[in-house]
């Protein structure tokens, strides 16, 4: 398991690449999503977002929730990368992989994990567009998608 | 010394993230904390109370308000959790 | 929508950073799936799988099951790369990477599509191991799995 | 001239992936070239009867074996797809 806090770029090809590196003849099934800042929102042109966090605290539940999903998914492997700060419109915001014996255990367990991150991870984000600062809270979509998943 | 902090929406209702201050020993629960803190700033108590604020004591979620705060080094409210 | 027979192995990272640097501004979510061929299955050792296909045909075939998806899932793009002949183990087979405006439609599409893969693709494999050749079908699962998306 | 392919276990069954034939112009459907094929090698006429055989005339798939085969190009016989 991986999880780290980037309060930097980072590049999730290069972090795919390092993945499937360090893959077992076992492995048959690479699952991944990755987050990006749009330029655009309901409410307009989108220049950043601001992620706050809660340093210890934050890495601590994710890995918490991280390792949840591993045993629950039978994972060979789960890895996260979360941006903190400012990330730049087109910029990657959270890079999620999973890797399994096979397919369906990795599609669930990519989708479940972001579902818990929307919901669960301890991130505050704003959005900075041309009329200022907005507080960007989960939306009951995210939610009811985040009951679907037994605790 | 107790560290108390805001995050998301309750860090712009305090005007403020992060205060230290000596908890008056009266204080047993997260609820009184919260009454305490919103006697102090009525706008912030009104915050303290919306649906959807988690807290947590010394990096650990309450799983009510009736949690224990007494002898707290940093307690945590916190507005919706959102990342991702 | 890309849709590319690789008779030779590929580089699923750089087929995604290719993907990355091209996306636009409205793009918030990247699916992807990467299926890798195991050193082992059911029946032991595997040394390699030889995919065969029925050129212009499959090509098509996928192309077309490819633009039913994006449609339905409303996608800024679709992108699949698959292998054709011998594959050895540890190798990449697959890569299907969904670009949209929000998570939900690109976690759809890349199932979708893998699901369609497993049972619609003029694809045909075999397995080679210590034992010699072994045909590979799919499975009642993958045939239940097809059967829930519409058409 | 009709080119008949076969893959996947069809290609075992039949012993070769491809053959070219002039087929009989008595034949109209596609179950009527299968059958004839099974005449030739009738245990190739078992495998092309299977459950879960798929058949494309010229690179278009036959939603039924009453589909048309007279004048075909090429028919291709396959035996359960699987891609991935």
Not at chain 1, 89 to 112: C, D, K, N, Q, T
Not at chain 2, 17 to 28: D, G, K, M
Request: charged share 20%; glycine share 8%.
């Amino acid at each position: 398991m991986t999880v780290l806090l980037c309060p930097a770029p980072f590049s999730p090809e290069r972090e795919m690449a390092l993945l499937a590196q360090g893959k077992t003849g076992d492995c048959g099934a690479l699952a991944s999503f990755v987050g990006y800042c749009r330029a655009t929102s309901a409410s307009g042109a989108v220049e950043a977002l601001v992620l706050d966090h809660y340093p210890g605290f934050t890495e601590k539940e994710i890995e918490r929730i991280a390792a949840h999903v591993i045993e629950r998914h039978q994972l060979i492997d789960l890895h996260v990368l979360h941006r903190v700060g400012a990330v730049a419109a087109g910029e990657a915001i959270v890079l999620v992989a999973a890797l399994s014996a096979h397919r369906a255990p990795s599609f669930a367990a990519v989708a479940e994990m972001m579902d818990y991150l929307k919901t669960d991870a301890p991130f505050w984000k704003r959005e900075l567009g041309p009329s200022g600062a907005r507080w960007i809270e989960p939306t009951a979509d995210d939610y009811a998608r985040r009951q679907e998943h037994a605790r | 010394m107790t560290k108390i902090l805001f995050f998301g929406r309750l860090r712009d209702a305090a005007g403020l993230a992060e205060l230290s201050c000596c908890l008056p020993q009266s204080l047993r629960t997260v609820a009184e904390v919260r009454q305490w803190l919103g006697a102090r700033d009525p706008n912030l108590g009104q915050a303290l109370a919306a649906p959807g604020v988690r807290v947590a004591v010394d990096q650990t979620f309450c799983a009510s308000e009736q949690a224990c705060a007494a002898g707290a080094q940093e307690i945590a409210f916190m507005s919706p959790l959102s990342g991702g």
